[in-house]
């Protein structure tokens, strides 16, 4: 089993700051890549960016320049630094995993979500 846990989310005003963080646990063998996706009300679930096992990065033009993604290979972690927040960015945050367990294949895997809300 594998599990991710996320924490991080909030309320925070227009141009403010939030981390986000999520934990990846359990029988994960190798990760090829961690991220975090969005989905707000009435809309698809998007990419927000994406690191692979080497550091290569993948990003929304909507949040290049203002969120920065960066893990922690050791703890199994990625975060997601989120700066100069607008109201359009205001959104369930799913960290994602792509990962291989043990004897298994490498799979997608989700966190519970968090939410972000960005509002005066």
């Known amino acids: 089993q594998v599990q991710l846990v996320e924490s991080g989310g909030g309320l925070v005003q227009p141009g403010g700051s939030l981390r986000l963080s999520c934990a990846a646990s359990g029988s994960i063998f190798a990760i090829n890549a961690m991220g975090w996706y969005r989905q707000a009300p009435g809309k698809q679930r998007e990419l927000v960016a994406v690191?692979?096992?080497?550091?290569?990065?993948n990003s929304a033009d909507s949040v290049k320049g203002r969120f920065t993604i960066s893990r922690d290979n050791a703890q199994k972690t990625v975060y997601l630094q989120m700066n100069s927040l607008k109201p359009e960015d205001t959104a369930v945050y799913y960290c994602?995993?792509?990962?291989?367990?043990?004897?298994?294949?490498?799979?997608?895997?989700w966190g519970q979500g968090t939410q972000v809300t960005v509002s005066s």
């Open positions: 690191i692979s096992s080497g550091g290569s990065t």
């Open positions: 994602y995993l792509n990962a291989r367990t043990r004897g298994g294949t490498y799979s997608v895997y």
